[in-house]
């Protein structure tokens, strides 16, 4: 077993905070060990929760489609989200809960270390740039320590709202260019906070 299907198995069984009561089943994230483009979006949905696998439900088709725009797979790359578990009504976690499960996504970005993340909506935002606001930050990569951070709308925004569908489809088109590094970028004013060690 490897250390990323060691850590799902311990996420299966997590009871740190108390989304573990209410769940069908965890979500820990899926994808290649050696990705090099990771997804990070907010938490399971009712889809998720019930097949316990990520971005399953309408907003990962369209995270689908916005791979395929890209000429890549969701097998290609790894997605992840914030908290592992559905919260009750899919309310915004909370920020107990976002602290109680951060040691599982650390140690996933430890490991799959991916050249570019990219940021699914404002809840993975600010895990990185805190105080950051989406609408400033869509669309402007950064170079973070080991890693290019690319922030952008969250799909069920678009799906919701209409007119962020082509801002999200035109952001999606600089993920290549990003992945091979081919632009130049300036420093993420914030620190790099410390991954913490599980
Ligand atoms: N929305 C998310 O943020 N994550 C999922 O896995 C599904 C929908």
């Known amino acids: 077993m490897t250390e990323l299907q060691e850590l799902a198995s311990r996420i299966h069984v997590c009871t740190d905070c108390s989304l573990s009561e209410g769940r ?39 995270l689908e489609q916005l791979l395929a725009s890209i000429g890549m797979s969701r097998d290609q790359v790894f997605i992840a989200n914030m908290i592992k578990c559905r919260p009750p009504n899919n309310r915004d976690p909370l920020p107990g809960e976002v602290a109680a499960c951060s040691k599982y996504l650390d140690r996933q970005i430890q490991l799959v270390a991916p050249k570019v993340i990219v940021t699914l909506g404002r809840h993975s935002l600010v895990k990185f740039l805190p105080g950051a606001t989406i609408s400033k930050a869509h669309g402007k990569a950064v170079r973070k320590e080991g890693f290019i951070l690319y922030p952008i709308y969250h799909p069920a925004a678009a799906l919701h709202q209409q007119s962020l569908r082509s801002v999200i489809e035109e952001e999606f088109k600089a993920i290549p260019s990003l992945l091979q590094e081919q632009v130049v970028l300036p420093q993420a004013e914030e620190p790099a906070r410390q991954l913490s060690l599980l």
């Open 24 to 62: 069908t089943r965890a979500v820990p994230g899926e994808g290649p060990e050696q990705a090099d483009l990771m997804f990070i979006g907010e938490g399971p949905g009712y889809h998720e929760d019930q097949q316990g696998r990520p971005f399953v439900g309408p907003a990962g088709q369209f």
